[in-house]
């Protein structure tokens, strides 16, 4: 008879294992949490908790071990019992400090965002220029004015203004295709540093939800859905630097919130011609949840920027006396730029672990650029200086399907699927020869540009014991059309093209502080539209194919190793030419390059975390010593360490190292390296914070952009080829008072 009771619960126990388990996390004052890790440690099964801060939990039995989990909380485990099984729970986490122990690794292919949102919050980003910083490996530079976006590395590119990252905002994309100044072009100043939540990136062609520019990886920004508390800062500095930053809550009730925040940022830089710079952010948030059902974000924005520039200055005129190395050869280069935003997302949740996710965006953009990269060699006269402008009209939209519980005979797994479009309207694109940022010399280049790129993407994720496949496929369709208003007969030329990248990443868990990882797949970068034209549809959107090995391990609670072996072969590298309103192709390269990183917490007030990363960056179609990658950087590394907490006094230490590069295909002209160290020191009293931020703290001469340049000076009867660079700031501190209420 026992043993028949014993079979009849044992049939009863695998009902209710049958079952999933539900619920909601919410903090102490009932706030639903997001993107709040379960993990089941006796089956391996995990899930994140949605907009609303709900979940269900696959496949969990009577007596499972669950680890409740989210930066900023205390972790909490819960034994499973028969009633949990039975209906919904409320799991409450109370706060503590952030912590690398509140991280789980589970089998996620973006694993590493989740131990960056440490460095995010426990240190986070000062200024625009340090949000892409954020991204291990990834180095940026500024030059030509601090209106301009920055010159990207990463994975041995020199990805220019973004060609082969793919940046976006809360799902709107940042790139600019078939840009005035460069492909891809990304102006990430629209962005209020202080609105940041975290950053989820990637590295590699390995995501089938990224497209365009998704070729050394990708970076999508995560702003606050609601604040915690309104505040207002003041910063002063040298330079005659002045920030005022403000973020005030204007609605907070059970089903929604919003929130203002504005900016203010002017500084006329360290330069002997005072750059005069101002720029001005404008963001208002509205949130909208009913839990459990469905949340709805609503995001408008607006950005204006205006300053001078000394651009980039040769070597050889600081050499000879003419200038010192903030001086300038023309004093007339600057620009100004402005993009609004209205940002759409929509969560619905269709029960069953379905949901749908939808997002749209429009963007008005303006942009305008007075450039001098070669002086006089073409014009002894008036000199070389150039304009670049363009108006753009940018829309889009994408919706995307997750069932997480999905089966198929006896197999579960779970997969997703999307659709979008991207439509760009770019009117008087324009490249011209100028004179004095005044007089217009001669039109190189002018037209109307429309680009349109529709897709649909698939992905599944199935467990197999401690494995987990992810099978993924995506579809581009492109468009491009370019109405040349300089012929002198109407020009209206069209090209189409497709692109199919596969993607298919392994992941192994042996145990919940330890991931292996192989990635694969093929991405793609497209060209300039005036260039796709020109050329009859060539080389349109050539490929790229990754490949990574790699693992993340967490061998105790407060400490995280990570090493990826990884491999980028390009079909095709493009090369922008801001006098020529081209972009080159440059062959076929290939890449091969490990990185390695680690993040270690040994008390709660000490953060420390540092990475490395080298490559081997050539072209196959060029001869041994004449196949090197211009500006393609072989090691950089990254690090600093942060102490303290919001009580008292807390600050970080921060560096960056970029080793010497070649600046040319047979490395005879050499890009300088750098080590830059910055520093914060913060005094917490109540509700204010009173701040001190050092930049470049030990006054390190470097140059932070650097070019080989063919140029002429007005006192020259011949060009020179050299290096030619925009000096990094020196020793520069501010100093910062925030309140908060």
Known sequence: MKYIIAGISMFFMGTIAAQNLKGKLVNESGTPLEDAGIFNKTSGQHNHTDATGH????????????????????????????????????????????????????????????LVDVDVKTNPVKSSQEILRKVPGLIIGQHAGGGKAEQIFLRGFDV??????????????????????????????????????????????????????????????????????????????????????????????QNSSAYLASELYLTDGPFDSPQNFNRINVMGRYSYALPGEQELILTASHFSSKWDASGQVPQRAIDQGLIGRFGAIDHTEGGQTSRTNVVLNHTKNL?????????????????????????????????DQIEQYEDRLMAGAKTVFNNKSAKFGNLEFEYNGGIGFRYDNIDDNQLSRTLNRQELL?????????????????????????????????????????????????????????????????????????????????????????????????????????????????????????????????????????????????GKTRRMGVEVGARYQPLDWLYLYSDANYTHARSTEEADGADYIPLAPDFTMSGGMTLGNTDGFF????????????????????????????????????????????ENLFDTEWNETQFATESRLFNEASSVEEIHFTPGTPFYVRGKVTVSF
Do not use: C
């Open 55 to 114: 979940f269900v939990l696959d496949r969990t039995t009577v007596n499972d071990t669950i680890y409740f989990s989210i930066l900023g909380y205390e972790t909490q485990t819960r034994v499973v019992s028969r009633t949990d099984l039975e209906k919904p729970i409320t799991i409450v986490l109370k706060e503590s400090f952030i912590s690398l122990d509140q991280v789980v690794l589970v089998s996620k292919v973006d694993a590493l965002s989740r």
């Open 160 to 253: 220019d203004h973004g060609t082969d990252v793919a940046i976006s905002v809360e799902g709107m994309p940042v790139n600019m295709v078939s840009h005035a100044h460069g492909q891809g072009y990304a102006d990430l100043h629209f962005v209020i540093p202080e609105t940041i939540e975290n950053i989820n990136f990637g590295k590699g062609p390995y995501y089938a939800d990224q497209g365009n520019f998704n070729t050394a990886g990708y970076v999508n920004l995560k702003l606050r859905k609601r604040l915690d508390q309104s505040m207002v800062s003041t910063e002063i500095g040298q330079f005659g630097t002045r920030r005022f930053m403000g973020m005030l809550n204007v609605l907070e009730n």
């Open 351 to 383: 029960g069953s672990s379905k949901s749908l996710e939808t997002m749209a965006f429009v963007s008005q953009y303006h942009f305008n650029l007075f450039s001098n990269f070669t002086f006089f060699l073409e014009d002894l006269v008036n000199g």
């Open 442 to 586: 001669q039109r190189l280049a002018y037209g109307d540009i429309d680009e349109v790129n529709a897709y649909a993407f698939a992905g599944a994720s199935v467990n197999s014991g401690k494995f987990t496949f992810e099978p993924a496929l995506r579809l581009d369709y492109f468009k491009f059309d370019y109405y040349n208003k300089l012929s002198g007969l109407y020009d209206n030329r069209s090209e189409e093209k497709m692109a199919i990248s596969p993607k298919f990443n392994t992941i192994y868990s042996p145990t919940q502080n330890t991931q292996f990882f192989l990635k694969t797949g093929i991405g793609f970068h497209s060209n300039d539209t005036r260039v796709v034209v020109a050329n009859g549809g060539q080389e349109i959107l050539p490929a790229a194919y990754g490949v990574d090995l790699g693992t993340i391990v967490k061998p105790m609670d407060k400490l995280v190793l990570n090493a990826t072996l990884w491999s980028l072969f390009l079909d095709q590298e493009f090369v922008y030419v801001g006098d020529a309103a081209i972009v080159e192709p440059s």
């Open 651 to 694: 600050g970080s230490l921060n560096y960056r190292y970029i080793d010497e590069r070649p600046a040319n295909e047979d490395n005879s002209i050499v890009a300088e390296g750098y080590f830059v160290t910055d520093a914060t020191l913060n005094y917490s009293l109540k509700n204010w914070t009173f701040g001190l931020i050092v």
